[in-house]
């Protein structure tokens, strides 16, 4: 697994989220994911939202995903 499929997944599943993926390891992985769908949710509503768009890759291929869920600056 890779941090560029990573972060593709993750924008085809939120449509208009600023996604940035890092981990060098393969199974690994820090997000940072920006997104005006994220307003009124809670932090965990919000990673539910971002581990939807990887599915069955969570634990899986994905061992572990650092997530920070914001809003976008202009939100």
């Known amino acids: 697994m890779?941090?560029?499929t990573i972060e593709q997944m993750i924008r085809t599943g939120?449509?208009?989220a600023d996604v940035?993926?890092?981990g060098s390891d393969g199974v690994h992985f820090e997000a940072v994911?920006?997104?005006a769908?994220?307003?009124g949710k809670?932090?965990?509503q919000r990673h539910r939202l971002v581990y939807a768009?990887?599915?069955?890759?969570?634990?899986?291929?994905?061992h572990a995903l650092g997530l920070r869920t914001e809003l976008?600056?202009?939100a």
């Open 33 to 35: 994911v920006r997104s």
């Open 53 to 62: 768009t990887l599915g069955e890759l969570m634990g899986n291929e994905i």
């Open 42 to 44: 809670s932090t965990l």
């Open 72 to 74: 976008p600056d202009s």
């Open 14 to 16: 939120i449509p208009a």
């Open 2 to 4: 890779d941090s560029a």
């Open 20 to 22: 940035k993926v890092s």
């Open 37 to 39: 769908s994220f307003a």
